[in-house]
């Protein structure tokens, strides 16, 4: 009887549904299942889509390319230049000790000679000494002694605008004042910012910088020369109207008087002949 009764209950159920008799299971899912032409549309559709893609990334390396090589080739040369100047660099220096240790050399063999003549008449003596004081003041010896020092600085607190007096700034004409006025006394040795000056040194203003020699320097502008009686025209250029008037523009002026000062000759070879043969030399 129980056997009769569960399998009416499975027709009955399988008939009017598992909810009427208390069971909620839900009914299965219709599957979709696309056309055969619907499938070759979809397929299509994605090869145009990769395509178009391909073409677009085979367009921006086209376009990308040439740039590259533009930037690519600049970079290659500016590498080979870079090595060229570095060597270069090395070689001058290497030439520079090369000058340095024949400018010795010259001294030396000059000394030697010098050394061998007669001092046992005034005249011999008169033209050694000349010759010392000409060497001097062309750069080509060391000078060690009394000396002095004067020091140029444009006015503190200045921005180098438009607003900007030019008054207050150090030019060229400044500095030559203090060399001409040391040259005057014959001084022996002058640099200025460490360039020992020839009788055909420039000193050129060039913007905020002065050139000296063929090097540009800004201020604070350095002058030091190597003089007899330094003492006592240190304190002529403080009593000086230019002194004073430098002063009055605001310019920050030093000048001192140095018990032992050294000046180096000139170290550039080629701008001494440079010199020289201007001077008909």
């Known amino acids: 009887m129980k056997a009769k009764f569960l399998k009416f209950r499975r027709k009955l159920s399988y008939r009017i549904g598992e909810g009427l008799?208390?069971?909620?299971?839900?009914?299965?899912?219709?599957?979709?299942?696309?056309?055969?032409?619907?499938?070759?549309?979809?397929?299509?559709?994605?090869?145009?889509?990769?395509?178009?893609?391909?073409?677009t990334v085979f367009t921006a390396q086209q376009r990308l390319s040439p740039r590259h090589r533009l930037t690519q080739i600049p970079q290659e040369e500016i590498n080979r230049l870079t090595e060229e100047k570095d060597k270069l660099r090395d070689e001058n220096a290497r030439l520079r000790d090369d000058n340095l240790r024949l400018a010795s050399a010259i001294n030396e063999a000059r000394e030697e000679n010098l050394s061998l003549l007669d001092l046992s008449t005034e005249e011999n003596q008169a033209l050694l000494q000349a010759y010392r004081d000409v060497s001097y003041q062309a750069g080509f010896w060391t000078y060690e002694g009394p000396g002095i020092r004067v020091s140029l600085q444009d006015?503190?607190?200045?921005?180098?605008?438009?607003?900007?007096?030019?008054?207050e700034i150090v030019h060229d004409a400044d500095v030559h004042y203090y060399v001409d006025f040391l040259k005057a006394h014959e001084a022996l040795a002058i640099q200025v910012n460490g360039?020992?000056?020839?009788?055909?040194?420039?000193?050129?203003?060039?913007?905020?910088?002065?050139?000296?020699?063929?090097?540009?320097?800004?201020?604070?502008?350095?002058?030091e020369a190597g003089i007899d009686d330094a003492e006592a025209l240190a304190q002529n250029l403080l009593n000086s109207r230019t002194y004073q008037a430098m002063v009055s523009r605001g310019l920050r002026v030093t000048i001192e008087y140095v018990e032992n000062i050294k000046i180096e000759p000139q170290d550039d070879l080629i701008y001494v002949e440079e010199q020289v043969k201007r001077l008909g030399g």
């Open 155 to 167: 006015k503190e607190g200045i921005r180098y605008d438009k607003n900007t007096l030019v008054t």
């Open 21 to 55: 008799l208390g069971e909620d299971r839900p009914l299965p899912e219709e599957t979709t299942v696309l056309p055969s032409k619907d499938k070759w549309s979809l397929a299509l559709t994605g090869l145009i889509l990769v395509l178009i893609l391909g073409l």
């Open 195 to 223: 360039e020992r000056l020839a009788p055909t040194s420039p000193l050129l203003c060039v913007g905020s910088s002065i050139l000296v020699n063929r090097v540009y320097h800004a201020t604070p502008f350095v002058i």
